[in-house]
């Protein structure tokens, strides 16, 4: 069964610092990936998705993701962060045929003014 | 248009007891999935429908069950609720099982005293 990492429960950071949180899978075949976001009180919302082609993704607000195949990475960044980004962030990973994604145990992101 | 909507928002069980959640899909998707969310163990798959059939199972006890309606609206059953069930119970749904990318309810927050 394949798994999902994520390296960092909990990051603090103040505005305009730039941020990097890691994701590693463990399945060596084709894989999609994904990063969600759940903000405070609202429910899980998808903010990017890796399928094929450039490795490099963007998404909303800002964020980017880039997977790096001979890592098993798909590292979510983004340059300059805001207080309204205070979120809890999962990566998930799908792949081996089957269509069910596995999620990692989340990030809790906390961002000072 | 409409979200997926899941009800109740919020339930008290004691142990014992049983429990039904309900999931109203976004209209369009036939595709639903449940996840138990908890602090330890973030999201655990616990079971996919589509068009009325289980596609997947997670690894849960035969106490979760759950089905889906022709209208492609879900419930899942817990019986005989123990303390551990208590969790955030995700409802997320899809066009289909190769649209990746689920749309996710708010969530039925369960507590079992």
């Known amino acids: 069964a394949q798994s999902v990492s994520q390296h960092n429960h909990h990051v603090i950071l103040s505005e305009a610092a730039s941020l990097e949180l890691g994701c590693n899978y463990s399945y060596g075949g084709t894989v999609n990936l994904f990063w969600y976001v759940q903000y405070p009180g609202q429910h899980l919302q998808l903010l990017l998705k890796?399928?094929?082609?450039?490795?490099l993704v963007k998404g909303t607000k800002g964020f980017e993701a880039e997977f790096i195949k001979s890592k098993f990475s798909f590292n979510l960044r983004k340059p300059s962060v805001q207080w309204s980004d205070t979120a809890e962030y999962f990566c998930?990973?799908?792949?081996?045929?089957?269509?069910?994604?596995?999620f990692g145990r989340g990030t809790s992101l906390i961002v000072h003014p | 248009k409409a979200g997926v909507t899941q009800t109740p928002r919020y339930l008290i069980k004691t142990r014992g007891q049983q429990v039904t959640l309900s999931c109203s899909p976004i209209?369009?998707?036939?595709?639903v999935s449940w996840y138990q969310q908890t602090p330890g163990q973030g999201l655990q798959f616990l079971f996919e429908y589509f068009s009325e059939t289980q596609r997947n199972k997670g690894n849960f006890p035969g106490r979760f069950s759950g089905r889906q309606f022709s209208n492609s609206r879900s419930e899942m059953n817990v019986s005989t609720l123990e303390l551990g069930d208590s969790a955030l119970y995700l409802c997320a749904s899809s066009r289909s099982q190769t649209d990746y990318g689920y749309t996710f309810g708010s969530g039925t927050r369960l507590t079992v005293v």
């Open positions: 209209s369009g998707h036939r595709s």
């Open positions: 998930a990973v799908m792949g081996g045929g089957s269509y069910i994604p596995t």
């Open positions: 890796y399928f094929s082609g450039d490795p």
